[in-house]
Structure formats: C-alpha cells, structure tokens
C-alpha cells in the first residue's frame, strides 16, 4: 500500500474511534444533577419510568418546579432514549405513581394549532428530586400529603388567553412552542450581575446604560484600575462634560493612579470632619465651663474663665502678677479637663489658695527703688555722677574739626577743604 493511502486510513480509523466515544458536554446545575440523580435511583419505579423522570428532572425549571414543562415528545424521548410506546408507558407509570399531572388536551382555534397538553410535577416528585426549598413541605409531600397548588395571577387562564379548566394547576405563561435548549448556561457563557455598584448607579444619569458600565468596568480592570476610584475622583468634572463616554474612556488610559487620590481625598476629608468634630467638642466643653473657676492637682495654680468664655485668667503662686490667655487656650484647657488635671474649684479649695497666695505674697522680697546700672550705661552720666571732667582725646579732637569744616562750607563761609 503507497504510504500516503497508509496514512489516509490511519486517520479515519482514527476519526471512528473519536466518535465512538463521544458524550454528551452539557454541564448541569447543582440543583437539577441532584434532582436527576435522585430520579434515576428510585427503586419503586421500573426503569423505563425512572428515565422518563430524570429527563423530566432536566427539563423542568429549578425555581418553578410546579410550572409546565414546554418540551415536546421527540425532546423527552431522546433525552430519556426511550421510543415513543415507551415513553406512553412510562408517563402512565409516573402518573399512577402520582409524580405527575397529565392535565387533559386543549384546543386552541384562535391562535390555528391543535391541541396540547403540558406536564407537571405533583409537590410528591418535586420533594422527591429535592426541587423543593422548603423542606417540610418537599417531607410533608413524600410522605402523601395532598398539596393544593396555590392560584396566581395568570393561572386562571391559558397562554392564549382563554380560562383554563382548572384554576388549581399551573398553565402555560409564555409563548406556546417546544423548547429545545438545556435550562442550565454553558460554561463558556458569560453573565453579568443584575445590579451596579452603588457608587457606580450615578452614571445611569449621564445616560450610560447598565451594560456599558459593565464593559467600562472591564475596560478599567485592563488597564491595571478601578472603575470606582475614577468615577469619585473626577465625578465634578464627568458630570458637566459634554461627552462624557469619551471622557472616562480617556480617564481610564491616562497613566493617572486614581486609586492614591481617592484614598488622599478620603483621608483629607476624614482629617477635615475630625477636626470639626474637635473643635465642636472644644467649643461646648468651653460653654459649659464659661465663668467658673479651676484648680490644678497641686493647688498652685488657680484658672477663671470669663463668663463670655473669650479669655482665661491664670494665676500662678510663684508669679507676682496673673496672665491673661486670650487665643489658643480652649483645646488644652479641655484636654487638661478630660483627663483630670483640673479640678473645679470649690470654697474648700478657694479659700486655701487665697491663704497660700497672701503668704507668698508677704515672703516675696519687695523691688529695689532703682534699678541697678548696667555694665554698658552711658560714660557721661557716670562722669557726671562722679563729679569728673570727660578729657578730650586726639581722635576725638581732629573728628570734630571736621565736622567744623563742613558745617562752615554749608553755611556759605567759604570753601574749605575736607579730609576724611
């Protein structure tokens, strides 16, 4: 055999084996692998009826187990690989075993169809295959207790409008035809949340569209930021653009760190209110202190506050005169209070200190009359105090003499010559 027909049926022998062993690529919810699982085990039934249930399990809706299941004959025996006797066989099985309702066929003129009939899981199947949430109606109904399906809105009549024949089963509330998808997305599928970010909402009135801030968030992420920290640094500025689409999509390639000036901005308003909730716990501990009278630990010192709360008047044991404190005193003043430092005054306390303060004041050596002279006083008044003639040096003569000369010249005297 030539090599190139060795290698031609080397690849289809290849190609068969591949399709041989070929599956099935849907993947499952959690809920619906469970509740087909649970149906492909249930010894009661025969095997045939266990099939039908657990394609039944893969078709229903997970969040509406009681709701017709839109899938057509050919849909539910393939997916059950049963041929369609069977499957007559293994709804009757299912039907006698009370897992289904097989309400009766309807005729539907108006919309030029024939007639039709949906499936439902009785609240025994859907306990059985764990579909439903609550789990004391799912043991309730396992147990055989007959549930009565509650009425909504639309249940009293057909998707076609017309009303349905018993207003207890659920009907048909979408449009009429087979559904021929897996309920379950792929994995390929990707989906977005169904709610923006609260920080991110206000773009919808620049008139942004939810998805498109959904792709700007990715956009963002791309180029290493955070859709968030750019909208709040340069919302004042997005908000009165004229395109501001274009603009954030410029913000997000600036080589900007916007995530550093959110945290800058955050930080010098989180200083800001704090030091406004300082000042305000200042100004009220101030009110409240306004035209009382303080002493410290020691009881050297005593502080009034006038009654105006504008200055405070300390008194020290050691100073012969008291100082005024008109600016810059409240906050350490309210600081000294909080942490105990200052003691409010009381008549015990006053009349102590007065007692100190007048003896300190009797020990304290009175102020000479005059005040002593100091080394760099004036020359003359100590010649003059000493009765002395000040002698005239050489320097000091021929500077005066030359002050004599241009004051002559000044005059109008005559000329003189000046030699400095």
């Given amino acids: ?33 469970r509740a087909a699982f649970r149906a ?11 099939a039908l249930l657990a394609a039944l399990a893969r078709t229903v809706d997970a969040d509406r187990p009681y709701a017709a ?22 709804l009757c099985d299912l039907e006698a075993a009370g897992l289904i309702h097989r309400p009766p066929q309807k005729r539907h003129g108006d919309a030029g169809l024939f ?14 295959l764990g579909l439903v949430s609550n789990e004391v109606d799912g043991k309730a109904a396992i147990k055989g207790v007959t549930f009565e399906l509650a009425p909504r809105e639309h249940d009293n009549t057909t998707s076609s409008g017309h009303p ?109 209110q704090t030091a406004a909730t300082n000042a305000e716990h200042v100004r009220e501990g101030i009110i409240r202190s306004a035209g009382r009278t303080f002493f410290d630990m020691q009881g050297q ?25 008109v600016s810059g005193w409240q906050s350490d003043f309210v600081a000294g209070l909080e942490a105990g430092r200052l003691l409010p005054g009381t008549p015990e306390l006053a009349m102590q200190f007065d007692e100190q303060l007048a003896q300190a004041l009797r020990t304290r050596p009175s102020p000479t009359s005059q005040p002593q002279e100091s080394s760099g006083s004036n020359t003359l008044a100590r010649c003059a105090q000493r009765g002395e003639t000040r002698q005239a040096t050489p320097i000091v003569l021929d500077h005066l003499a030359q002050l004599k000369n241009v004051v002559a010249g000044l005059a109008g005297r005559g000329s003189r010559t000046v030699n400095w």
């Fill in 115 to 128: 007639g039709r009939a949906y499936l439902h899981l009785t609240p025994k199947a859907a306990g059985l």
């Fill in 40 to 50: 492909e085990h249930l010894s009661a039934l025969p095997a045939r009826a266990r």
């Fill in 69 to 90: 299941i839109f899938a057509r004959r050919e849909l539910l025996t393939g997916r059950s690989m049963q041929s369609m006797r069977t499957f007559y066989r293994s």
């Fill in 164 to 272: 349905g024949t018993n207003a207890n089963l659920p009907s048909a509330s979408v449009a009429d035809g087979g559904i021929y998808k897996d309920l379950s997305p792929t994995a390929s599928q990707k989906r977005q949340p169904g709610k923006l970010p609260a920080d991110l909402e206000r773009l919808c009135s620049l008139g942004l569209r939810k998805f498109l801030v959904f792709k700007l968030m990715r956009e963002a992420r791309q180029n290493g930021k955070r859709l968030s920290d750019v909208v709040d640094v340069a919302w004042d500025h997005l908000r009165v653009a004229h395109a501001p689409i274009a603009y954030l999509r410029k913000l997000l390639k600036v080589p900007v760190d916007f995530a550093y000036q959110r945290v800058a901005r955050e930080a010098a308003a989180l200083e800001s």
């Fill in 301 to 325: 010192r005593r502080f009034e506050v006038a009654p105006d709360a504008s200055t405070l008047t300390v008194r020290d044991l050691r100073e012969p005169q008291a100082r005024v404190a």
């Fill in 1 to 33: 055999m030539h090599p190139a027909d060795r290698d031609v049926a080397e690849q289809s022998l290849d190609d068969e084996a591949l399709s041989e062993f070929t599956c099935d690529t849907t993947n499952l919810p959690w809920v619906v692998f």
